[in-house]
């Protein structure tokens, strides 16, 4: 009973000439929350599915609430709740028949009509599944992962598609799950979302773990170290900036138009760099000191390039 | 925070997990494909309206010669071609789409078995089946239709067999292709099966060596059984019989390798 939510060490899946996860280890303690963060294509959905015994794994050692997902899938099935990335249903069923077909499978399931509402579906409870929107689908599949009661749950890319007013009320209930004590696994490529909702966060590539820690770990590598940054035309030559400043600071302007200051950020440089703006002919436009993002963690781990 | 108390009382998701209890699931499993296939207008046309049509059209009107009275010539063929329509045809294109729409893997990740994901199939093909055959059975005897009381209950035998049978082939094929393809396939099929295998133009009445080749075929196979069940009164030959069982345990065991949740 006191076994994890999920236990993963080593796992290895290829599929042919591809290896999607390359000896990933990740660990879920009940009653957490943890993203598992990457760029498309860096073997998250893998991951889950072999997770949820969906996938055989190469090699490798997995448990779910103490099972292992490839033997025992029967046994563990019950206990867990499962939103597959693009939803899942019968093309012709209507949302809520939908979702009492998925609670009859549950000993004891939530009250469909209720979840369906509180989803923001009853409009549609009577809509066939591909007519409703991809938000809508996403929804429902949501409430299909929650309506067993389960004890775990695994969200994959449970926002894509979704309008920012769904998306609030899908994080909304990532914290009502966590304050109920259900453990959850989400996959995103939102930062946003695994800073907002995560107690740990997993950032994978390539089918490795880059880093782990909770956001706040993985933001303050060092705690000294301050952001500035502005917004201005491109092109304006860091090295000058970095003449006028302080000792130890650095510039970098890793988007066009986007500069960087790092280093320790006190007014002494806020008030050098608006000077200097000034000097230059261009407003600071956005101006913000503050820690890294977890958005600059990922990009420094995972690259800038743009994957397919 | 204050939105959040709200909307969601705490306690409203505290883990209550387990699996609902078997026969409900049954049921509810079975009750859902029933409800989409009888619903589809589509699998309601292929199913219901083309059989119900042919079984008109081949009754009045003297296009194939048949043994008289024609009726009683005609359902046999009908009911193996609403067999075939439902259990091979619209099997197959539900599970190429329903593959397409992710639906197996949800149901999987719920607590349902496996064994009973296919036995909801199973039942709710069973239950479509029942149903046009009703249909088909009541526009027969409007027609005059006068089956031999034995060959009822060695249809319901048959009928079942034949549906097992093409419903595998119908999994066979309806769960390892692209949807598109399946759709086009499946009817291709029961087109040819319809005017090549044995249901419209008897095997018999083929030319010997094209005949021998038919016999072998499921539509063949289960028309001939029904024939001389309902029309002649007499038990099938085992060799039709044997046919099915054939054909259904091959692509049976062919299937559960092939077949893909998506």
């Given amino acids: 009973m006191n076994a994890p939510a999920v236990e993963v060490s080593g796992l290895v899946k290829t599929y042919r000439a591809t290896t999607a996860v390359d000896g990933l280890d990740l660990r879920l303690d009940r009653g957490a929350v943890l993203a598992l963060l990457g760029p498309n294509g860096a073997g998250k959905t893998t991951t889950v599915e072999v997770c949820e015994g969906f996938l055989g794994r190469d090699s490798g050692e997995v448990r779910v609430l103490g099972l292992d997902p490839a033997t025992d899938g029967e046994r563990l099935r019950p206990r ?28 004891d399931p939530l009250d469909p009509v209720w979840l369906i509402d509180v989803l923001g579906l009853g409009g549609c409870a009577r809509t066939p599944y591909k007519r409703l929107s991809g938000g809508q689908q996403q929804r429902l599949s949501l409430a299909c992962a929650l309506v067993g ?19 609030r ?25 695994a800073e907002a909702l995560a107690d740990h966060v997993v950032i994978i590539d390539h089918g490795r773990v880059v880093a782990e820690g909770s956001p706040s770990d993985l933001t303050a590598d060092n705690p000294h170290e ?83 | 925070m204050t939105t959040e108390a709200g909307r969601f009382a705490p306690g409203t998701f505290t883990p209550a997990p387990g699996a609902g209890s078997p026969p409900r699931m049954l049921i509810t ?149 692209k949807a598109e393809v399946v ?19 008897a095997a018999d009445s083929l030319p010997p060596g094209m005949a021998d080749v038919v016999r072998l075929l499921p539509s063949a196979a289960l028309t001939d059984a029904l024939t001389q069940t309902l029309a002649d009164g007499s038990a099938p030959a085992l060799s039709s019989v044997l046919t ?5 345990a091959a692509a049976g065991l062919l299937a559960t390798r092939t077949t893909k949740l998506v």
């Fill in chain 2, 183 to 201: 759709l086009a396939l499946a009817n291709v099929v029961w087109f040819v099966l319809l005017l090549a295998g044995g249901i419209v133009v």
């Fill in chain 1, 169 to 193: 009320l899908v994080w909304e209930l990532v914290h009502a799950l966590r304050a109920d004590g259900v453990s959850v696994l989400l996959t995103t490529h939102l930062m946003e979302e």
């Fill in chain 1, 80 to 107: 867990i709740g499962v939103m597959p990335q693009g939803g899942g249903a019968y093309p012709g069923i209507r949302a809520a028949e939908m979702l009492s077909l998925v609670a009859a499978c549950a000993a």
């Fill in chain 2, 244 to 248: 099915l069982v054939v054909w259904g």
């Fill in chain 1, 149 to 167: 009661r389960p004890e775990l749950v695994f969200l994959d890319e449970p926002t894509a598609g979704m309008d920012p007013q769904a998306r």
């Fill in chain 1, 226 to 308: 301050q952001q500035l940054r502005f917004r201005a035309k491109s092109g304006l030559d860091p090295a000058l900036l970095v003449a006028a400043l302080p000792e130890g600071c650095r510039v970098s302007e890793p988007t066009p138009g986007w500069y960087l200051v790092a280093g320790t950020v006190n007014p002494q440089v806020v008030s050098t760099v608006t000077a200097w703006c000034a000097q230059q002919g261009v407003l600071a436009e956005e101006l913000q000191v503050g820690r890294r993002s977890l958005e600059d963690v990922f990009l420094e781990l995972t690259g800038r390039e743009l994957r397919s």
């Fill in chain 2, 29 to 177: 499993h079975a009750r859902t494909e029933t409800m989409l296939t009888l619903r589809n207008g589509e699998q309601v046309l292929l199913t219901l309206l083309i059989p119900l049509a042919l079984l008109v059209g081949l009754s009045l009107l003297d296009i194939i010669a048949m043994p008289e009275p024609r009726v009683d010539s005609v359902t046999p063929r009908i009911f193996a071609l609403a067999v075939m329509s439902s259990a091979f045809t619209g099997q197959a294109i539900a599970l190429g789409f329903d593959r397409r729409y992710g639906v197996l893997k949800r149901l999987a990740a719920t607590a349902l078995p496996r064994w009973l994901l296919v036995a909801g199939r199973v039942l709710g093909c069973l239950a479509v089946v029942t149903v046009q055959l009703l249909v088909l059975a009541a526009g027969a005897v409007l027609l005059g239709w006068s089956p031999s009381g034995v060959g009822l209950l060695w249809t319901v035998l048959l009928v079942v067999l034949g549906a097992l049978a093409f419903g595998a082939l119908g999994v066979l094929l309806g769960g390892a292709l």
